[in-house]
């Protein structure tokens, strides 16, 4: 056995089948691998970030030149938002949020070489994901999970950014044990102290941060917040700026390299290139995607 920090490759084993859960070329795949011996059963999974590739449609209908002229226009305004603040377009992965999405949509979509599909319903997450099965993609849960909900969800959605409390963090990292998948997460952050919002307070972050980076769980990749609604984008800079400041706080005081805390999930339609001035790794974004669409 060769260790690489907390992966582990087996050498000379009875049995092994790889599995890609994303095409090679996307924003970032994973080889889903299950090595199987006498005494052991191992699964590990790999990820490998590559940059964008835009594939061209076979035929052009009108819906799907419309969308074709969205997905340029929110490629563009990504670039222009990662040029205006010095980053590379590579530093920012595009999340196109599903929620109200027709599937033929969603699979021109993944056509064009979107990889990275974003649901709030874990119930709409694991029937597209199941009817779609679509192998160049990753799904990202985005919206609450439950805890019942857990062990249905983990199968179809190598990324949750919504992990809003120690309870559920522990219930993720135990159901992807069992079922032998390796879950990346993000905690849900309330900045804005909105009462319909779900997520932990900076403050309660900030209390209960070293007992969930020490726990045996998923590991957790960053950061995730919501802005307040605005028609102004500048309005959400403090949210944006807060959280970027708080994940660089408690990436200070880390007991362990495990939990790397690279990535920030924030910014949506219309707030994204703010939010990638201010240090966005993941943008959700829906409606500039489908607009005009029917």
């Known amino acids: 056995m060769t260790e690489y920090g907390h992966e582990t ?16 070329g996307s924003p970032g795949w994973f080889r889903e691998t299950y090595v199987f011996s006498a005494e052991t059963l191992q699964c590990k999974t790999f990820r490998m970030s590559k940059p964008s590739v835009v594939r061209k449609p076979k ?55 979107v990889s990275q599909l974003g649901e709030n319903h874990p119930q709409q997450l694991i029937e597209r994901a199941t009817k779609l099965s679509l192998q160049s993609v990753n799904w990202h849960l985005i919206g609450h999970l439950q805890t019942n909900k857990v062990k249905s969800v983990i199968p179809h959605a190598p990324w949750i950014h919504s992990v809003d409390s120690e309870k559920l963090y522990s219930i993720i990292g135990r159901r992807a044990s069992e079922l032998c998948y390796e879950t990346q997460v993000l905690l849900e952050v309330n900045v804005t102290g909105e ?66 805390l690279t990535d920030l999930s924030m910014g949506m339609t219309g707030d994204f290139e703010v939010a990638i001035e201010e240090g966005a790794t993941f943008v959700r974004i829906g409606s500039a995607l489908f607009e005009g669409l029917e």
């Open 59 to 113: 035929f052009m209908s009108d819906f799907i030149r419309k969308l074709r002229e969205n997905y340029e226009s929110v490629e563009a305004r990504i670039g222009q938002a990662c040029t205006r603040a010095g980053r590379e377009r590579d530093d920012v992965t595009l999340v196109a949020v599903t929620k109200y999405a027709k599937v033929e949509w969603i699979e021109a979509l993944a056509e064009m070489g």
């Open 9 to 24: 490759v087996a050498r000379d084993l009875s049995l092994r089948s790889d599995r890609d859960l994303t095409a090679p």
């Open 195 to 260: 009462a319909t919002k779900y997520g932990f307070s900076p403050d309660e972050l900030r209390s209960e941060w070293k007992t969930l980076s020490m726990l045996l769980g998923p590991r957790i990749r960053g950061l995730m917040t919501m802005a307040e609604a605005s028609d102004d984008p500048e309005n959400a800079r403090p949210a944006f700026r807060t959280l970027r400041n708080l994940r660089d706080e408690l990436r200070a005081d880390r007991p362990s390299e495990w939990n790397d």
